[in-house]
């Protein structure tokens, strides 16, 4: 459902469901949205990363520490919980966390069903300068290519008899010189060049960027609806 998307149409997704959680504030909404990226996420058998969940939880601590009443402020009512915790916190917190799964959550989804040089086309596609749009797109398949490297001379340093290290491996590919394949046909003067990686545009990626589109515009009537950003049940 999510991989036969082109890069371009997941990146301009993950960009308007980001607009979408940012703006609104309203928590039936954001729930309603994680959901969604839940299920796309799930869809593609993809994994959440265990560190992204442990920078989410990182995230609310620090909210919490830093204002541990921000909830009662913020909703203008007090409900103790547990102990010196209020229910207007837990709100406050659960409607960051779901921010936090939202927009990574199709940023992973980007990232990760998408080939580096489709990533570099999309953002270059978007106006980001060509060189700049190749060097971020090279970034994410670098630790694949280190992979494919380092295998490649651990074992002719096992034909060998020698010892090789990853150190060993990162030192000998920073110094060798090795040729890179452009992604890009040298046509034109300007910062955009003609991708050999980028898809044509189908109707099911102009399907799902109006969805995404869409969130956007149900967040901002939210706002009209709510006289707000915020959604508060406590009224």
């Given at each position: 459902m999510v991989k036969p998307l082109t890069p371009f149409s997941k990146f301009i997704i993950f960009i308007l469901t980001m607009v979408a959680a940012l703006i609104s504030n309203d928590?039936?909404?954001?729930?309603?949205?994680?959901?969604?990226?839940?299920?796309?996420?799930?869809?593609?058998?993809?994994?959440?990363?265990?560190?992204?969940?442990?920078?989410?939880?990182?995230?609310l601590v620090i909210i919490f520490s830093l204002n541990p009443d921000y909830g009662i402020?913020?909703?203008?009512?007090?409900?103790?919980?547990?102990?010196?915790?209020?229910?207007?916190?837990?709100?406050?917190?659960?409607?960051i966390f779901l921010k936090d799964v939202i927009i990574l959550t199709f940023l992973q989804i980007f990232l990760l069903t998408s080939q580096p040089l489709e990533i570099a086309a999309s953002l270059n596609y978007v106006g980001l300068p060509y060189r700049m749009a190749y060097k971020i797109g090279r970034l994410f398949g670098l630790r694949k290519r280190f992979t494919i490297n380092y295998?490649?001379?651990?074992?002719?340093?096992?034909?060998?008899?020698?010892?090789?290290?990853?150190?060993?491996?990162?030192?000998?590919?920073?110094?060798?010189?090795?040729?890179?394949?452009?992604?890009?046909?040298?046509?034109?003067?300007?910062?955009?060049?003609?991708?050999?990686?980028?898809?044509?545009?189908?109707?099911?990626?102009?399907?799902?960027?109006?969805?995404?589109?869409?969130?956007?515009?149900?967040?901002?009537?939210?706002i009209v609806v709510n006289g707000g950003r915020l959604w508060n049940p406590f009224r």
């Open positions: 928590t039936r909404f954001l729930g309603v949205l994680a959901l969604i990226a839940l299920a796309y996420f799930l869809s593609a058998r993809l994994k959440f990363a265990k560190w992204l969940w442990f920078l989410i939880i990182l995230h402020t913020l909703y203008h009512y007090n409900i103790s919980w547990i102990a010196d915790f209020t229910l207007q916190e837990a709100l406050y917190l659960l409607t295998l490649k001379l651990r074992d002719a340093a096992a034909a060998q008899n020698l010892v090789f290290s990853k150190f060993d491996a990162v030192r000998f590919l920073l110094q060798a010189k090795h040729e890179e394949t452009l992604a890009s046909r040298h046509f034109g003067k300007k910062q955009k060049r003609t991708w050999y990686q980028m898809r044509p545009i189908s109707e099911r990626d102009k399907r799902a960027m109006w969805l995404a589109g869409f969130s956007v515009i149900i967040s901002i009537i939210l």
